[in-house]
């Protein structure tokens, strides 16, 4: 059964990359967006911005890292989307394969896609001036951190891609997952904010994820923060999973 879903799911990532490859304007689009608030963060606001960091693109790299994946996974939704609408589940349905590597093509797909756009991002951040003396192990550390939050998200985009009615109604969705790290330490440490926005800010889970990486790559002691950090991206990813596992089954009569 392993090796039935393992090899049904590589024949469907593989349509799915070729999907990517065909058009790779997805990947810049996704980009654009990131890199346009990194040079506009960096360039423009950053001279008036205290950060309580020498240099700000170090300081605002990982939110815009996570503003990246949350554009690149409402491209997810959207693909799933066409294929909901174009009838090709109805033709997977005639065929013997998994039945849940059908989604897991998607994700997979997102994932790499993401690992790209992500890929660009630090690339650019690079040319900026960014700089980090980490070793080898707290940059696997984030880049597990990176995976895990956008698998999270990817099984999040999943559930519009399977419920929404209308292309503007799936891309839609994506919005406040990519307004949320504004309201995060990714632009500005927390305790500048006020009260009641502070208090939402310092407990919701992009902070955490944001403070883990940071920490990281600078070299700063992550404490209990990146177990937190990872026990939002383990919950969101299971919950996400099992809510758009349910919907697959009642949508797909399979």
């Known amino acids: 059964m392993t090796k039935h879903f393992l090899g049904d799911t590589a ?40 950060s309580g960091s020498h240099s700000y693109v170090d300081y605002l790299l990982p939110g815009i890292l996570l503003i990246t994946i949350a ?71 984030v880049a597990g951190i990176l995976i895990l939050f956008t698998l999270a998200l990817t099984w999040i985009a999943v559930i519009p891609g399977l419920t929404a009615k209308s292309a503007d109604g799936v891309s839609a969705f994506s919005y406040p997952l990519i307004f949320l790290p504004f309201i995060s330490s990714a632009f500005v440490p927390t305790d500048t904010m006020p009260g009641p926005v502070r208090a939402f800010a310092d407990y919701q889970p992009v902070t955490y994820v944001i403070n883990a990486i940071r920490d990281l790559y600078t070299q700063r002691p992550v404490g209990t923060g990146i ?28």
Request: charged fraction near 10%.
């Open 11 to 50: 024949v469907l990532l593989g349509r799915s990359l070729r999907h990517i490859a065909r058009s790779p304007d997805t990947i810049i689009t996704t980009t654009i967006m990131p890199i346009s608030l990194l040079l506009l963060f960096v360039y423009v606001f950053g001279g008036a911005i205290k």
């Open 71 to 141: 554009s690149g996974i409402s491209y997810t939704a959207f693909r799933l989307f066409l294929d909901m609408k174009s009838g090709i589940f109805e033709r997977f349905q005639s065929m013997p394969i998994a039945r849940s590597s059908v989604l897991w093509a998607h994700v997979l797909t997102s994932l790499v896609a993401n690992l790209i756009s992500l890929l660009v991002v630090v690339l650019v951040a690079l040319l900026m001036g960014f700089r980090s003396g980490a070793g080898v192990l707290p940059w696997l550390a």
């Open 227 to 254: 177990w937190i950090a990872l026990a939002w991206c383990v919950g969101i990813l299971i919950v996400a999973h099992l809510f758009a596992r349910v919907i697959y089954r009642r949508r797909i009569a399979w």
